[in-house]
């Protein structure tokens, strides 16, 4: 007596179920062991961003460790030369923040409260900063209590600082492996996919691959480019913090007008304090003109281009939604993983669009007596008419 086989349509749906496991079992796997991912996951983007150079310089005859080796070694010295660029520079800006924090704290207290007072029509109680001091002074016993109980969790944490360091050290050897067998791990990859979809796996991949070359090799050169232009203009202009500024508007540039919005607001502080007049703070204003313009029109269009199609709400909710599930890890990854799922999701609606469901016409419903039709021309134009349904189910435009 023979086992009933299963139809064709069960063994796609059972195969189906199969692989969604397989998917939660990694996705889950991926979330539970988040806290000990982030070297790996920027080893990782490292390995990707160096695998093109590595490439290229294999077709010129380079074996693949010496080509491995010569990338790692142009990535070293750069990184050594921005740090003995961008160190001394940081620390003389940070030193002049301080020094200047005293002017900072007496313009608020003088100028900026009292003209909020005025302009809002508020209790004068409710910016009074000897009355703030006092409460803080009453309350300073609890505040250094809370603080040497940090300091000495912090003090009894050696294995977190040593986590830290072995996370430095593991990034760099970690990334040479990666980028050494790099094709040979993709090949892995692909070998070890079910035959059933594996042509739509290397699709996406091959699409996920060029939206996510244009957004972090280009978005890592708009951000560079930025932090140049605002901290050279903001020192030409002559803010003593400006250079501090300006690299900062450039790192928070990834997360649409952040770095705006955060370097406009600073730099306008800092040059009402400094200045106090209309002429630099005009300046100041048009040098983050000139730089959203850039931004807009220039870095943008040219080093990421239009590939990725992310909507600035998208980008803010993806790196909210990443930091709340996965810490730093996930802000990290966030807007690669949502360049990722945009792809995933370009590739779901155009399945949908082929499918039965969008496609089928359905009957005609009696109670409407006009319909506007969306009709694609022969030119690929989108046109909509007015039908209008006659009695016997006839229809006329």
Sequence with gaps: MST?????????????????????????????????????????????????????????????TLAVSIVFLVIALLAVGALLLLIPLISRQIENLVQNMPRYVEWVRVTALPWLQHKLHLDPDVFDTDRLVQTIKEHMDSIGGVASTVLGKLSRSSVGVVMWMTNLVLIPVVAFYLLRDWDRLTAWIDHMLPRSIEPTIAYLAHESDIVLGAFVRGQLLVMMALGVFYGGALGIVGLSVGPLIGMIAGLLSFVPYLGFIVGFGSA?????????????????????IV???????????????????????????????????????????????????????????????????????????????????????????????????????????
Excluded at 45 to 57: K, V
Excluded at 273 to 287: K, N, P, R
């Design 4 to 64: 009933p086989s299963h139809t064709p349509n069960q063994q796609d749906i059972s195969r189906r179920w199969q692989i969604l496991a397989i998917t939660a079992v990694i996705c889950y796997l991926v979330w539970l062991l988040a806290p000990v991912l982030m070297p790996f996951a920027v080893a990782a983007m490292l390995a990707y961003l160096g695998d093109p150079l590595a490439d290229r310089l294999e077709r010129i005859g380079l074996g693949r």
């Design 268 to 288: 306008i502080i800092a040059v009402l304090v400094q200045y106090g007049d209309w002429t630099h703070l005009l300046i100041v204003v048009g040098v983050f």
């Design 291 to 397: 730089g959203q313009l850039l931004e807009g029109y220039v870095l943008v269009p040219r080093l990421v281009g239009e590939k990725i199609g992310l909507h600035p709400v998208a980008v803010i909710f993806a790196v909210l939604a990443g930091g709340y599930l996965c810490g730093f890890l996930g802000v990290l990854l966030a807007l690669p993983a949502a360049s990722v799922i945009m792809v995933v999701l370009r590739y779901l609606a155009e399945r949908y669009r082929h499918s039965e469901l969008y496609t089928e016409e359905g009957p005609q419903d009696p109670v409407i007596a006009e319909v506007d039709v969306t009709i694609d021309t022969e030119k690929g134009e989108v046109e909509t008419e007015t039908r209008v349904i006659e009695k016997g189910g006839k229809t006329s435009s």
